[in-house]
């Protein structure tokens, strides 16, 4: 069961270059959104979808779009790269937008913006 | 608005102690709490909840939290530590959209637990 699936594990960038960090989960779930981790400030949400066809903007969107053409793909595009987007990425996926429902979490990407 | 406060960065404890990793927490109603942990090089996962119900909440690797309204705490603990229980550990709370029922995650910031042998 593979559950959520990143890639790539690793990326480097020049200032201005674009790229897509791909997503995928196996578990049919509706709810995913893309995380940044930067030391000592947790993870915040950059966008999110709650099915295909429907995203939304997190805490911190500038400078990234999503799109949800299928339920398992959520791809995170960086349109113009920036040293403040170096960072670890994260996808999650859940089973609903529930208070309540656990999110499951991929292995992450992280990114250096040169 | 909902806030997640973790007041250590690093906690450091011998193998076989007892292990307590704090959180509190800002809400308003009812605190949907996660606690999730991060292996080096690895995505988060998923360790215990709390939704309602009873206080000490058990978890997944022998962890529990312990749920305290009037102290608006949410600590994590081990009653003996392993070494292989080193890693950056989260608390979280479950965000409400627009009032309703569909939920997002806040993070605290992490505490790094590292048991020494």
């Known amino acids: 069961n593979a559950g959520v699936t990143q890639t790539p594990k690793f990326q480097v960038l020049k200032t201005g270059q674009s790229m897509t960090l791909q997503c995928a989960q196996d578990?049919?779930?509706?709810?995913m959104s893309w995380y940044r981790q930067d030391p000592g400030m947790g993870l915040r949400l950059i966008h999110y979808?709650?099915?295909?066809?429907?995203?939304d903007q997190g805490e911190v969107p500038n400078g990234y779009n999503v799109s949800r053409s299928t339920t398992e793909d959520f791809p995170l595009r960086l349109l113009s790269a920036a040293p403040s987007q170096t960072s670890v990425y994260f996808c999650?996926?859940?089973?609903?937008?529930?208070?309540?429902?656990?999110?499951?979490f991929g292995q992450g990407t992280r990114l250096t913006v040169v | 608005a909902q806030s997640v406060a973790q007041p250590e960065d690093q906690v450091n404890v011998a193998e076989g102690n007892p292990l307590t990793v704090k959180c509190t927490y800002s809400?308003?109603?009812?605190?949907?709490l996660f606690w999730y942990v991060q292996y080096p090089n690895r995505g988060l996962q998923f360790l215990l909840k709390?939704?309602?119900?009873?206080?000490l909440v058990k978890g997944s690797y022998g962890f529990e939290a312990e749920f305290n309204k009037s102290q608006t705490s949410f600590h994590l603990k081990k009653p003996s530590a392993l070494v292989s229980d080193s890693a950056l550990y989260f608390c979280?709370?479950?965000?409400?959209?627009?009032?309703?029922?569909?939920?997002?995650?806040?993070f605290g910031k992490g505490t790094k637990l590292s048991v020494k042998p």
């Open positions: 999650a996926s859940s089973r609903d937008r529930g208070l309540s429902t656990e999110a499951f």
């Open positions: 709390y939704i309602t119900g009873d206080n």
């Open positions: 809400v308003s109603g009812n605190p949907y």
């Open positions: 979280a709370v479950s965000r409400p959209f627009y009032g309703g029922s569909q939920g997002n995650l806040i």
């Open positions: 979808s709650v099915g295909a066809g429907i995203t």
């Open positions: 578990m049919n779930h509706e709810y």
